[in-house]
């Protein structure tokens, strides 16, 4: 390493100084943008008329209600109910025991397992979504309810087998050797040993999958039909036509999905870290 | 029976079975729709070669021209966002509150998805929305400011919506890098930037590399807000739109599949690409630096 004179040392040091402030003017430009974006919905979700002035003229809640009326929020509302607890028990009631499996067992194909559950993960829902919802339509489960709730569970079971396969390799191995001491079979080994110990990440999980599938686009527009479509659908088809409906309108309608998935953001938050919200690949699990 | 014996329980352990649900439905829901594409692809609407669908993408220009089109959107989105998370990341590397004031405001665009960013965008980039008012207030340009329907608000929205994303992973990787070898490196006469170039980066290329990945794979696939902030008819007709359009709207499901199946390869090809690009420019641990 060369000797640093006191020169060299105040210049990096400006220089360090002058790069961490345009790093964090960046950062912060863009926070601003993300922040300023989401207050614009909210100011304009209750504003009687707003065109290129600082604020709008008045305002309104009536928005909301016409909203509820327009798009016939109610029935949306129920339907996304529906396909999000649906997706949350089968890919949690699915994803646990394969987990399991992958944690504890050891059998041929173990990897081409993995690699299945791997796959639907890194391929994005636009890429195999078309091809999916045409198998569907051919079956016929296409535009209905179950056709939603089994595209979305796609990406949503591997989600959950990669986020509890490393939370039961840590689980005591030791646990299983006394209950099977005690002659417990499988199933009440899970039942009194294992199920309880999963309750903190079967939670963390299904909290995951809960707000990754509000979300979820492309999949649920691909295969729902008129009486199947989820919040973040409908949100879609109404920004597409913005012409015809008061942007104010569909703005209140955007708060309420903002609202919907923000709580459980936030309940999440209390249980997983934010990375865990988006690192869906961060590490495979390694074959044991 | 101990916890070796289990350790070394036989091949085809019977709990393995457990893993057969799963599989099943995947096989079912994921692995089936992909082989069914893949075979109607090459059973085009009106007869002809089983390649039809194929030649008709690649000799048609306004088919073909969608992936360069989707590539010019993806391709600077990912150097934009690795190229800002990086060095933000390095920055926030160490535990506290900035860090987790910054990854609590980045989880908000995730978990809101596309379809809502655009419906914000579309009013905040507006010609009259803030973002216009402040440009136009602070005299920095004077013509109008258009932001929206157009290539720039894709872009735009890419960001938004991938650099967190990116941000996260990298933080991620970033903070599993043990300090002490930076910290070593301190003691020995490195400073900052010796210590990033030197010791982050080299540990940082894997992750990097994935995380490039997986968000030009992601970028590649931009579809609502391409339809809701872009010009869908012309320069940000996407291959997704392309897809869309041809299995929706054509109900032409035999090309719709052969174009999705173009693009799994088009995002085949830069993953390996990416990679390769790593392997020609770097050899060195395969793993971050762990503990």
Known sequence: MQSTTHAAAGNHRRWGKLWRATVWTVMGFFLLNVVFMILTVMVNSVATRWFGTLLPEGLTLGWYGRAWDEFQLAHILVVTLEVVASVVVLAIALGVPAAYALARARFPGKRLVMLLILIPMLVPPVTYGIPMATAMYQIGVGGTLAGVILSNLVPALPFVILVMTPFIEQIDPGLESAARIFSANTFQYFRHVLAPLLVPGMLAAGLLVLVRTISLFELTFFTAGPDSQTLVVALYYAVFSTGVRAPQAIDAMAMIYMAITMVWVLIALRFVSPTQLVSRVKEAPREA | ?291
């Open chain 2, 1 to 291: 029976m101990s916890a070796a014996d289990l350790a070394m329980a036989p091949r085809g352990d019977r709990r393995g079975w457990l893993v057969a649900p799963a599989v099943v439905v995947l096989l079912a829901l994921f692995v089936y729709p992909f082989i069914y594409g893949v075979v109607i692809s090459f059973q085009p609407m009106d007869g002809g070669s089983i390649w039809a669908n194929y030649i008709h993408f690649f000799t048609t220009s306004t088919e073909f021209n969608t992936l360069w089109a989707t590539f010019k959107l993806a391709a600077p989105a990912t150097l934009i966002n690795v190229g800002m998370a990086v060095p933000v990341a390095f920055a926030l590397r160490r535990n506290s509150r900035k860090q987790r004031i910054v990854t609590t405001i980045l989880v908000i665009p995730i978990t809101l998805g596309t379809v809502l960013i655009a419906d914000g965008m579309l009013t905040f980039y507006s010609p009259v929305g803030w973002f216009s008012q402040l440009v136009h207030g602070l005299n920095l340009y004077s013509q109008e400011v258009r932001l929206t329907h157009n290539y720039w608000g894709v872009l735009i929205s890419l960001v938004i919506s991938d650099f967190p994303f990116v941000f996260l992973l990298t933080l991620s990787y970033i903070s599993g890098i043990d300090p002490t070898l930076a910290k070593a490196a301190g003691t020995l006469g490195a400073n900052t930037w010796q210590q990033f170039r030197l010791i982050y980066l080299p540990l940082l290329v894997p992750g990097l590399s994935m995380a490039a990945a997986l968000s030009f794979v992601q970028t590649f696939a931009v579809f609502p807000s391409a339809i809701l902030l872009g010009a869908p008819a012309g320069p940000t007709r996407v291959i997704s739109i392309a897809a869309y359009e041809a299995a929706f709207e054509q109900y032409d499901y035999g090309m719709a599949s052969a174009i999705a199946i173009v693009m799994g390869f088009a995002q085949l090809l830069i993953v390996c690409a990416i990679f390769a690009f790593r392997r020609a420019f770097y050899t060195g641990p395969a793993t971050s630096g762990k503990g």
